[in-house]
């Protein structure tokens, strides 16, 4: 089994489950798998079902207060071994960039979210969405290998799946 943790507009196909606190988001040919919302439901499988978790931005989304208990859900459903993905947004390369061009819109994005303020979504979604759309705590790949460390992960590896500049995506592994 294969799971994609706040999923949003990045959606995989079989054999991943989407999961996803907005059912669908705008934009998107279709919507999650399955509505969880990590800062209070438990992910809904068993203890070590799952072999894979892709976890791209979920903690750059949630409040620092959230982060242990989410991780601590991952672990849980991890299979010994398990390998999760966590993709989060490198803060170091882009404070260094917003420092060098303060007014950038897209660099300011990138630190506190887009807000739900997207040209191409109605201006009545702005209220629902804001609080799903903004971003709580970024991370340095050393404040983020601390972070999966304390929460049972070992074995980073760095990957590339994006080709922008900002990209923090480790692969590591449930000790």
């Known amino acids: ?12 196909p079989l054999p991943w489950i989407n999961l996803d606190v907005v059912a669908r988001w705008p934009g998107t040919s279709r919507g999650c798998d399955v509505i969880w919302d990590a800062r209070k439901d438990k992910i809904p499988y068993d203890n070590e079902s799952v072999d ?18 989410v991780l601590a859900e ?44 997207r040209p191409e ?3 009545e979604l702005a209220d629902e969405l804001v609080e799903f759309d903004k971003h ?12 999966l460390t304390d929460s049972g992960f070992t074995n980073f590896t760095p990957l590339r799946l994006h080709v922008v500049f900002y990209e923090l995506t480790l692969a590591c592994r449930k000790i």
């Not at 978790?53 to 208990?69: E, G, N, W």
């Not at 709580?136 to 972070?147: A, I, N, P, V």
């Open 1 to 12: 089994m294969k799971l994609n943790l706040a999923s949003g507009t990045d959606l995989k």
């Open 52 to 69: 894979e978790i892709y976890a791209s931005y979920l903690l750059l989304h949630l409040a620092p207060r959230f982060h242990k208990p």
């Open 74 to 117: 991952i672990h849980r459903v991890l299979m010994p071994g398990g390998v999760l993905v966590v993709g989060e947004v490198d803060m170091r390369k882009v404070m260094t960039k917003w420092l060098e061009a303060p007014s950038d819109p897209g660099l300011a994005d990138l630190i506190w979210g887009e807000q739900a303020v």
């Open 121 to 123: 979504w109605p201006i």
């Open 136 to 147: 709580c705590q970024g991370f340095t790949e050393e404040s983020l290998k601390k972070t």
